[in-house]
């Protein structure tokens, strides 16, 4: 997982420990948003990359990525994901897929 990410855990777990019942409850609702169900794990973190892109989001990009290569998504499954995000998103996507996921990916070794 990239320096990125990791400081942004971190930091997280410190707002975490200042405010336990809002990130307690924000915990569980990420829990509850993409544990299997009608959708697997694996989609729902590819339509939260999707999002991620299309909100400009560099830590929604970078964690929802790991996440879905954790969940068994290769780089083919990821980029048709963000495909969608130009769709919702429109060059601002673009330019996010090319600055951050590509990059991203590369760094991660992800085929």
């Known amino acids: 997982m990239s320096e990125k990410i990791e400081k942004l855990e971190k930091q997280m777990m ?3 420990k200042e405010t336990p019942s ?3 409850s924000f915990m569980k609702l990420d829990h509850e ?3 299997d169900g009608l959708l697997s794990h694996k989609i729902k973190e590819l339509m939260a ?3 991620g892109i299309a909100i400009r989001c ?3 990009i970078r964690f929802h990525t790991a996440e879905a290569v954790k969940a068994g ?3 083919a ?3 048709e994901a963000a495909g969608v995000s ?3 998103g429109g060059g601002p996507a673009v330019a996010y897929i090319a600055a951050e996921l590509l990059p991203l990916l590369d760094e991660m070794g992800v085929k």
């Open 14 to 16: 410190g707002f975490g």
């Open 77 to 79: 499954e990821i980029l």
């Open 33 to 35: 948003c993409v544990k």
């Open 86 to 88: 130009v769709f919702m």
């Open 58 to 60: 560099e830590y929604c």
């Open 22 to 24: 809002l990130m307690g």
């Open 73 to 75: 998504a290769n780089r």
């Open 49 to 51: 990359l999707s999002i």
